[in-house]
C-alpha cells in the first residue's frame, strides 16, 4: 500500500519515518522543502505539492497544525485522489471540524479516518505512541498495519468525531499534570530538598504521572523541548473549553490552566515550548529548577 504524508513537523516527520521502516512504500510533501531530507534518504519519494502527491498514492495522511491548513490541504488534495482512497487525518482538530470535513470528502468520494495521536514526539521516533482512531470499522482494519507500524496501542474510539474528544481531554490532563508538576517541583527546591531526588520520590509514589516522568525532567535539565508550542497547547484548551461548555461540564482546572498558559505566551511567545509555564514560577520566584543528571531531550 502506498501512502502520502502531508506534514513533516516534530511528529510527522516520526510518523513518516516508522512508515518507512515497516516498508511501505511512501511519498512526502511539506510547505518546508528542507523537511524530508532524511526520510528521502531512507527511500521516500518528494512531491513538489500536495496535488502531485494526492494523484500518486492509494491513501493520504495528514499531520498539520490547525483546522483551517487541513481544510486547505484537503481541498487541494481532494480533486486528485484516487476512487477509493482514504484521508487519514493526523492534526488535532475539533469534533465539528472532523464531521464539517468529513462530509467535504465524502462529496468527493473519499473516506475519512481521524486519527489523533498522544504519548509524545519521543515515542512516535520509537513507533511506542498512542494511536486513536475514529471512523468505521472496515476502515481501521484496512489501516491497521500502518498504524500498528506507528504506534504500539491502538483504541478504536468509535465513529468519526469521537476521538476529537478523546485526545482532547488526554491533551487537557497533560497540561494540568504539568502546571500540578511544575509547582510540585518549586516547593521541593525552595523546601531545600535535592531536585533529583525530589522527582526519583515522586515517581515512586501515587502523585506520579507520566508527565512527571517525562515532561518533568526535561524542566530539570532546563530544555523544556517537547516538540509542542504554548500556542498548540492553547488550542487544545480552547477545545477542551468548548467540550465542557457544550456538555455542560465545569473545567475549572483546565481554566485555570489555560490562564497560565496566555500569561506563558506574553511572556515567551506563542512558539516556545509548553513546559515553559514552569519557567514562568522560576522567574516570578527567581529560583531555578535544574538539577544534575537528566537527558537534554527524550529519547
Known amino acids: 500500500m502506498h501512502y502520502g504524508y502531508v506534514g513533516l513537523g516534530n511528529l510527522g516527520a516520526k510518523c513518516a519515518g516508522r512508515l518507512l521502516q515497516a516498508g511501505f512504500a511512501l ?8 523537511a524530508g531530507g532524511a526520510l528521502i534518504d531512507d527511500g521516500a519519494r518528494w512531491a513538489e505539492d500536495v496535488e ?17 491548513v487541513s481544510e486547505a490541504v484537503l481541498r487541494r488534495i481532494l480533486p486528485a485522489m484516487r ?4 484521508w487519514i487525518e493526523m492534526s488535532t482538530l ?3 471540524d472532523v464531521l464539517r ?9 473519499v473516506r475519512m479516518i481521524e486519527l489523533p495521536v498522544t504519548g509524545g514526539v519521543h515515542l ?19 489501516h491497521r498495519p500502518a498504524m500498528k507500524a506507528m504506534g504500539n496501542r491502538i483504541f478504536h474510539m468509535g465513529p468519526l468525531g469521537s476521538s476529537a474528544i478523546i485526545k482532547v481531554i488526554t491533551n487537557m490532563l497533560a497540561f494540568i499534570h504539568l502546571k500540578a508538576t511544575s509547582e510540585a517541583l518549586m516547593l521541593a527546591r525552595r523546601g531545600g ?3 533529583g531526588q525530589a522527582w526519583e520520590a515522586i515517581r515512586a509514589s ?3 504521572s507520566f508527565v512527571h516522568e517525562t515532561e518533568g525532567a526535561l524542566i530539570l535539565n532546563g530544555s523544556y523541548d517537547i516538540g509542542f508550542s504554548i500556542d498548540l497547547a492553547l488550542k487544545d484548551l480552547g477545545f477542551a473549553l468548548g467540550f465542557g461548555r457544550e456538555f455542560g461540564v465545569p473545567l475549572e482546572l483546565a481554566a485555570l490552566t489555560e490562564q497560565t498558559y496566555v500569561a506563558a505566551r506574553a511572556a515567551y511567545g506563542g512558539q516556545a515550548q509548553s513546559p515553559m509555564i514552569a519557567k514562568l514560577l522560576e522567574d516570578m520566584l527567581g529560583t531555578d529548577l535544574r538539577a544534575p543528571g537528566f537527558p537534554d531531550r527524550l529519547e
Not at 511519498?27 to 528542507?34: C, E, F, L, S, V
Not at 493520504?60 to 497544525?65: G, M, N
Open 27 to 34: 511519498t512526502i510533501h511539506d510547505a518546508n522543502p528542507d
Open 206 to 208: 501515587s502523585g506520579n
Open 94 to 96: 475539533g469534533r465539528d
Open 124 to 142: 512516535a521516533a520509537r513507533g511506542e505512541i498512542t494511536m486513536l482512531p475514529g471512523g468505521d470499522a472496515d476502515l481501521v482494519e484496512l
Open 83 to 86: 476512487p477509493g482512497a482514504t
Open 193 to 195: 530538598l535535592d531536585l
Open 52 to 68: 502531485s502527491l494526492a494523484a500518486s498514492v492509494d491513501h493520504v495522511i495528514t499531520c498539520l497544525p490547525s483546522p483551517a
Open 101 to 109: 470535513l468529513a462530509d467535504v470528502a465524502s462529496q468527493a468520494g
